[in-house]
């Protein structure tokens, strides 16, 4: 009973959280209350006896991602406002969206309610038993190339950011390999002569 009640009150707060994060206006708020949906996350897979996965979204996402999400909020200068009054124009994709996925978990809850395909409560795991272990096998074997997959989309996704957030600045240093070539050895050095530069 009292891990049914903490089950319910970390779902309730993971979906407070959840909506708080895409309908607060001001985005520090968003990401204070993102990071709430990461506890609540890491608190039901704690229940879940994952405690790999709780310990390491705490850490990695609360503890890194969330305070670099914080940073750029607070230090870079981001015309919120623009981005608000562009939300109309964006909304029409944001409903499809959200009503096909609306659609799929309820085929999920219906048809599992249909079959009586109802999740049976594990028991507790033998002594010894390892959840980091138990991941990494399955990581490095039964999913080896999605996990190979995933790394390679991130990697991407890394080399892409890069590459916009220095697109429109003037300011920035860039490689023109075309003029590294076509220089010639008078534009990169010049001799001077300091006799007769003491002369004068």
Request: hydrophobic share 60%.
């Amino acid at each position: 009973m009292i891990e049914k009640l903490i089950f319910y009150f970390f779902a309730a707060a993971l979906i407070f959280s959840a909506i708080r994060v895409i309908s607060a206006k001001n985005p520090v708020h968003a990401a204070l209350f993102l990071i709430s949906a990461f506890f609540s996350s890491a608190a039901l897979w704690m229940l879940l006896q994952a405690e790999f996965l709780s310990i390491v979204l705490v850490l990695v996402y609360v503890g890194a991602v969330m305070v670099l999400f914080l940073f750029v909020v607070m230090m870079l200068d981001i015309h919120f406002e623009r981005l608000r009054a562009e939300f109309v124009k964006y909304l029409p994709v944001g409903v499809i969206v959200g009503v096909l996925i609306i659609l799929e978990i309820t085929l999920v809850i219906v048809n599992s309610a249909l079959t009586n395909n109802k999740l049976q409560h594990k028991a507790s795991h033998a002594e010894g038993y390892s959840n980091t272990k138990e991941l990494g096998r399955l990581l490095y074997t039964e999913y080896l190339f999605a996990f190979e997959l995933a790394a390679i989309v991130l990697l991407v996704a890394i080399v892409a950011a890069i590459a916009l957030s220095g697109r429109n600045k003037s300011d920035a240093l860039r490689q023109n390999v075309s003029a590294q070539i076509n220089t010639k050895a008078e534009d990169r050095l010049r001799i001077i002569d300091l006799r007769e530069k003491n002369k004068s």
